[in-house]
Each structure stands twice: as C-alpha cells, then as structure tokens.
C-alpha cells in the first residue's frame, strides 16, 4: 500500500468519524469504538488448562510436560471470550471495523508487557499473524491478526512480521467441531516457505483460541525452521 494512498485513507476516517462519530460497542458511549470503561471489565483467568493434554493447568496455558512434546513454550491469553470481548471481535473480523485494530491492540499490550514475552529482547521477536486462506482473505479483504501484529509491532521496536507461512488448505469452519475434530480439520492446513528462524522467538497472534488446535498446526508447519521458541499470543481464549 503506497504512502500516498494510506494518507488519502487516513483522511478519509478522520472525515467519517467526523459525520459519524464512533461510539462504543458495547456501551454506546460516544468517542471510541471500545471504550476505556468497557475495556476494564475484560476478564481473565490467572491459569488455564493446558490446551495440548487438558490435565494440567499453568498460567501460560501450556504444561511443562506439553511443552517439550508440542513445540510451544507457552500461550499468553488476553482475556476470556465473553460476551463483551465476542462482539467487539465479531465487528472487527466481519464488519469491517477496523478501527477496532487500535482498541485491540491495547488489550494486548496490557498482557504482553506482564508476560514472559517482556522478558525477551524484541530483536529476538518475530510475529507471525496467522494466515488465513487467500480465498477468505479476498472475501473479507483483510487478515485480521495481521492488522494486530503490525499494530503490537510498532511498539516492539526491533520486532518484525514474519513472512512466509502461508494456509495452504481452504478449511471448514472450526465453531461446530469437537476437540478431536479440529485437530483433524487441520492437520497439514499451514505450511512455511521462508528463511530459517534459528536464533529467534516466534509469536504465533491469534485473536480467538479454544483448543489450540490452529496454534499447535502453526507450530507444526514452523518447527523445522529451528526457531529457538514458539510462543501463541491470542486475544481471547474460548471454552
């Protein structure tokens, strides 16, 4: 996107939200799309259930004994997907609200910088949206994660967007399966064409997780590049 078109873009918000001013979500309450006051009501739990094995609990929602057998180091949760948080994502991913990409992108921030992420240098970052298909991309016009891992990168100087994994399977949709039918749904649907990833922290940005089964086939697709770590970072978790 040219300099010159994402300028004529930027003009062209501030003039709707000068006609239409934004009002929140949730509240109504007129100056954002997500205000401050609904923001705080976010919740989240201080551990959760591993999501490989679903035996054991840890506060990165990744066992110690998953960890080793998985490929995840850990998930670091946002909040839980509650009523507050479905709809706000549910605007943003088929609305076109994407404005919310800002709101959003605070909700992370918040947890990220109490996270074990924090610890890291961020030149040891590199944050890889998860994809969507190319035909899903064209119908909605946008990856949704993408908008919030450029978003969380601007303030990770040094960080950057990793490049070259790709979803290679156009998939049925996840909402209606069980545990063990998502994990088959998406079994070989990711794939990584690009450089090696040695010496390098990847961070898996998802905006919902139930299972965990999408993080775990990312991780699969991106383990034989030899990154260091690979970590999931998920806006909100679902039950």
């Given at each position: 996107?040219?300099?010159?078109?994402?300028?004529?873009?930027?003009?062209?918000?501030?003039?709707?939200?000068?006609?239409?001013?934004?009002?929140?979500?949730?509240?109504?309450?007129?100056?954002?799309?997500?205000?401050?006051?609904?923001?705080?009501?976010?919740?989240?739990?201080?551990?959760?259930?591993?999501?490989?094995?679903?035996?054991?609990?840890?506060?990165?929602?990744?066992?110690?004994?998953?960890?080793?057998?998985?490929?995840?180091?850990?998930?670091?949760?946002?909040?839980?997907?509650?009523?507050?948080?479905?709809?706000?994502?549910?605007?943003?991913?088929?609305?076109?609200?994407?404005?919310?990409?800002f709101a959003?992108?605070?909700?992370?921030?918040?947890?990220?910088?109490?996270?074990?992420?924090?610890?890291?240098?961020?030149?040891?970052?590199?944050?890889?949206?998860?994809?969507?298909?190319?035909?899903?991309?064209?119908?909605?016009?946008?990856?949704?994660?993408?908008?919030?891992?450029?978003?969380?990168?601007?303030?990770?100087?040094?960080?950057?967007?990793?490049?070259?994994?790709?979803?290679?399977?156009?998939t049925s949709?996840?909402?209606?399966?069980?545990?063990?039918?998502?994990?088959?749904?998406?079994?070989?649907?990711?794939?990584?064409?690009?450089?090696?990833?040695?010496?390098?922290?990847?961070?898996?940005?998802?905006?919902?997780?139930?299972?965990?089964?999408?993080?775990?086939?990312?991780?699969?697709?991106?383990?034989?590049?030899?990154?260091?770590?690979?970590?999931?970072?998920?806006?909100?978790?679902?039950?």
């Amino acid at each position: 996107m040219s300099k010159a078109f994402s300028f004529l873009r930027y003009l062209g918000d501030l003039f709707l939200d000068f006609i239409f001013p934004p009002h929140c979500l949730i509240c109504g309450y007129l100056g954002d799309w997500f205000c401050d006051t609904c923001r705080q009501q976010l919740t989240k739990d201080p551990v959760y259930d591993c999501l490989v094995c679903v035996g054991q609990q840890h506060q990165d929602a990744i066992c110690d004994a998953c960890q080793v057998t998985s490929g995840l180091a850990g998930v670091v949760i946002a909040c839980n997907y509650d009523r507050l948080i479905q709809r706000v994502i549910h605007s943003f991913k088929y609305k076109d609200a994407r404005v919310l990409q800002f709101a959003l992108t605070e909700v992370f921030w918040q947890v990220f910088v109490q996270s074990s992420l924090a610890r890291l240098s961020p030149e040891q970052l590199i944050i890889f949206p998860v994809p969507l298909h190319p035909h899903k991309q064209t119908q909605r016009g946008y990856n949704q994660c993408e908008l919030l891992a450029r978003q969380l990168i601007e303030r990770l100087p040094g960080s950057y967007l990793g490049q070259g994994l790709i979803r290679q399977l156009d998939t049925s949709s996840q909402m209606q399966l069980t545990r063990q039918e998502r994990l088959y749904n998406l079994e070989g649907a990711f794939a990584y064409t690009g450089q090696s990833l040695a010496g390098r922290t990847v961070v898996l940005l998802d905006d919902v997780c139930t299972t965990g089964s999408t993080l775990l086939e990312c991780s699969r697709a991106l383990l034989p590049a030899q990154p260091d770590q690979i970590w999931g970072l998920v806006l909100a978790h679902g039950r």
